[in-house]
């Protein structure tokens, strides 16, 4: 009987090939599993860290406007994101947001709008008071941000991203670069120098030269801030800012999911949005499926929707006055 | 017992060795965007032997082309723009740095000969750019932009010349940037054509009332007097066809050109020139991002840079030209209302399309830097 059962164990103690095989395969899973969560786990970090932000934005008494945030659009329902770039040099402990875009994705129609907010318009802001628009952001964070563009504009804003100078620039680079064709050559005296250096106030001179060009960080970067020279100003800013969106759409809608610690890795600590990691993955799919043609661009130009204001009802700052019943008109248009 | 053990030591290393197999592959999954860099034009082989002899410019190094293969010339720098002399002995080049450029006289080898302008300061804005660089057909002069006169946050090109064996205090400006009254700031004049001493081609950035600005190419047949800018120069294309970066062809009778309409993508076209007024264009190639249209020595080609796959590195290509007879450019002058814009004629379609052929590949040369070709 004992010898029976010692026979028994070894039998059992040995590994049958169908079992041999099997534990194989779960091995090599795991490990497969594990080299693979090892690869995106900065996306997995980040997806926590700056994705997903939750921003309880205080309930607007425009006509039309739903509260932020709401139950996320159905999939294939049009939505706006607001986006928001910032000089995150360190000058200023709360960073203002020099550029904000709407832009309202229509994915059933591959339709994208771009409004740009001017930054000096002079607006009543969510927390109080009037002030240049992009201040709202330095004041209050993303929710006073979207609540005053929310209440002044009348739009609903879904979601928001926001970007800082150095993210743009190792964006960018990551990408290998954009392709832009400079209308006119962008000169400025008087570019703050301000990135990578220990004393943030001093300038250099900037010449971006006209025609198709390949554009790094650093340059593109130069190209969309730049601002002293251009006979229209924070206008012509604007226009340059969309112009870039548009080339780094165009590169990002080749890049695919193994790309996404690259992306995540550029952005540290230089990008946050509300948006879930679904929803950037599905909106860097969108990407593919959109032809520049039908992107409509809106700046709010001086005369038409805006005009030049300076002195004491100011803050003896120089702003510019919005003309609300042509933005509210050009803005309902494109932003129902 | 036995067994587990041996299996245990050969499964560890085997699901390391896997985990990691996956990690290493999910990397070579990577897109090309993010995959693709430039290489240095010297250890690629262009895919076409261009007749005769090229200079191109990637990333601030200056490259010679010649019988197929590319070598590297001058001294290390930010450097663009090389133009040759007319005899073909010598280069100018710009030397850029952080806050300002200057013009060199360099010889075929890239050795500078001589420095032409300083244009550096101790003072931020007191330091100049001197950009696109062209000699005159006699030799004698460099026409080039230059930013100056400006002043605060104005700073526009205009184009100034100087001698060849002169010096810098000897230059003259020959335009005044944007005729609109008061606001300049469009960034200016740039890319002169040298047709001769006092005669020469460029591109005008100007705006209407409504602060658009326009890109055209304009003509200036008369010398500056006593320092300052003549004034009548005047514009060979229409306003809304935002045409640039010309180049002549080595007979001077045609004028290859990028049109845009004001978006992204534009045209190259080209156009009969008789020293004064411009034909009706043909268009070679449309609906693409291409920059800086340069004739081939015959004048039977052209060579001009655009994007090529999905890194977007600017290549250089080659493009043939079908032998049509063209329209001339004083028929078309007649016809043109006012004469002041001489092609606003539509373009007409060439009949046999050119076909393109791409002659460097992975290299992404600077498209703003035209190619020297002799």
């Known amino acids: ?336 | 017992m036995i067994l587990r053990r041996i299996a245990t030591i050969l499964f560890l290393p085997m699901m390391f060795a896997f985990g990691s197999g996956v990690y290493l592959y999910l990397g070579t999954m990577k897109s090309k965007v993010v995959k693709e860099r430039a290489q240095l034009p010297t250890v690629t082989k262009p895919k076409f032997l261009l007749p005769g002899t090229m200079f191109v410019v990637q990333s601030g190094r200056l490259f010679k082309l010649k019988d197929g293969s590319f070598s590297e010339i001058g001294p290390a720098g930010d450097w663009s723009m090389p133009t040759l002399t007319p005899d073909h002995t010598q280069l100018i080049a710009v030397l850029r740095a952080a806050q300002y450029s200057d013009l060199y006289l360099l010889d075929l080898n890239g050795q500078i000969i001589r420095r032409l302008t300083h244009d550096d300061s101790r003072i931020l804005d007191a330091n100049h750019w001197a950009f696109y660089p062209r000699v005159s057909s006699d030799g004698a002069s460099v026409f080039y932009s230059y930013d100056s006169p400006k002043s605060g946050y104005q700073v526009d090109f205009a184009i100034w010349s100087m001698p060849l064996k002169g010096s810098q205090t000897q230059a003259r400006r020959h335009t005044t940037p944007d005729p609109y009254p008061y606001i300049q700031r469009t960034g200016g004049d740039v890319s002169p054509v040298a047709i001769s001493a006092t005669k020469f081609l460029f591109v005008r950035h100007s705006i209407d009332p409504s602060t658009d600005v326009h890109t055209e190419i304009w003509l200036q047949e008369r010398p500056s007097v006593l320092g300052y800018p003549a004034t009548d120069g005047k514009p060979l294309t229409d306003a809304a066809q935002s045409c640039s970066q010309p180049a002549l062809s080595p007979d001077g009778t045609q004028l290859a050109m990028i049109c845009t309409d004001g978006k992204q993508t534009g045209r190259l076209e080209v156009a009969p020139f008789n020293g004064s007024v411009l034909g009706p264009a043909r268009v070679l190639l449309t609906g693409g991002l291409y920059a800086q249209p340069t004739w081939s020595p015959d004048g039977k080609a052209l060579a001009y840079y655009a994007p090529t796959g999905a890194a977007g590195h600017f290549e250089l290509w080659y493009l043939p030209l079908p032998a049509v007879a063209t329209p001339s450019a004083t028929a078309s002058a007649s016809a043109s209302p006012g004469g002041a814009v001489a092609s606003a004629v539509a373009p007409t379609p060439t009949p046999a399309a050119p076909t393109p052929v791409q002659v460097t590949q992975g290299v992404d040369l600077s498209a703003t830097s035209p190619p020297a070709w002799y």
Request: aromatic share 8%; proline share 7%.
């Open chain 1, 1 to 336: 009987m004992a010898g029976q059962a010692l026979a028994r164990r070894r039998r059992a103690s040995r590994l049958h090939p169908v079992r041999l095989v099997a534990l194989t395969l779960f091995c090599l899973l795991l490990s497969g599993f594990a080299g693979a969560a090892a690869y995106f786990f900065p996306v997995v970090v980040a997806g926590v860290g700056q994705t997903g932000q939750v921003v309880v934005v205080p309930p607007s008494n425009s006509p039309g406007v739903k509260a932020t945030p709401t139950p996320v659009a159905a999939p294939g329902a049009p939505f706006t994101v607001l986006l928001l770039g910032s000089d995150d040099d360190g000058k200023n402990q709360s960073p203002l947001t020099q550029s904000m875009i709407l832009v309202r994705v229509d994915p059933s129609s591959k339709h994208v709008t771009m409004e740009s907010i001017p930054r000096d318009l002079w607006v009543p802001l969510s927390t109080g008071g009037s002030g240049k628009i992009d201040g709202a952001y330095a004041i209050g964070g993303p929710a006073a941000a979207i609540a005053t563009v929310e209440r002044n504009f009348h739009v609903h804003v879904d979601e928001y991203a926001w970007v800082g100078l150095v993210g743009l620039i190792k964006l960018i680079d990551l990408l290998g670069g954009v392709d832009v064709n400079v209308t006119n050559p962008v000169l400025d005296d008087f570019y703050p120098n301000d990135i990578n250096v220990k004393f943030l106030y001093g300038y250099t001179r900037v010449a971006v030269l006209p025609g198709p060009q390949h554009l790094d960080g650093t340059n593109a970067l130069r190209y969309v801030r730049s601002r002293h020279d251009d006979v229209n100003g924070d206008f012509g800013r604007s226009a340059r800012q969309q112009q870039v969106l548009l080339a780094i759409k165009a590169k990002a809608s080749t890049l695919n999911a193994a790309d996404l610690p690259d992306i995540v890795s550029a952005l540290k600590g230089n990008f946050k949005t509300s948006m879930g990691l679904d929803r950037v993955r599905s909106l860097l799919s969108l990407a593919n499926g959109f032809d520049l043609a039908n992107v409509q661009q809106i700046v709010l130009y001086v005369p038409l929707y805006t005009s030049y204001g300076n002195g004491p009802a100011y803050g003896g700052q120089s702003v510019l006055v919005p003309h609300w019943q042509q933005i509210l008109a050009v803005t309902r248009a494109n932003f129902p």
